[in-house]
């Protein structure tokens, strides 16, 4: 099992920056995909981004795609998510979440370990 601890999320207004970290406990951080999530209030949680084991391979939903950096220090057993150019409409809950094994990287289901969540607020 791993445990994941979201830090990092704040009031910003837009055009600003912010960097979520998410902290892993155990070992085996590197044998666990990672993903980043966000849910509004009354909307469904949305995929934002994903990195592969190594961090050799990231993905990205189209709404972030160029504003946000997902990475991972698999020796600080932390995942990263650089967001720049923050507009009103990423104000959401965060949320990092794990995979052993991952099929489709944007379905929330395929993850198994999920974060408490931050808090991003960006007023216009």
């Known amino acids: 099992q791993v445990q994941l601890v979201e830090s990092g999320g704040g009031l910003v207004q837009a055009g600003g920056s912010l960097r979520l970290s998410c902290a892993a406990s155990?070992?085996?951080?590197?044998?666990?995909?990672m993903g980043w999530f966000r849910q509004a209030p009354g909307k469904e949680r949305e995929f934002v981004a994903s990195i592969s084991w190594t961090g050799g391979t990231t993905s990205y939903a189209g709404s972030v795609k160029g504003r946000f950096t997902i990475s991972r220090d698999n020796a600080k057993n932390t995942v990263y998510l650089q967001m720049n150019s923050l507009k009103p409409e990423d104000t959401a809950v965060y949320y990092c979440?794990?995979?052993?094994?991952?099929?489709?990287?944007?379905?929330?289901?395929?993850?198994?370990?999920w974060g408490q969540g931050t808090q991003v607020t960006v007023s216009s």
């Open positions: 979440a794990a995979a052993r094994t991952i099929g489709v990287a944007t379905v929330p289901a395929n993850y198994n370990f």
């Open positions: 155990g070992r085996t951080f590197s044998s666990y995909f």
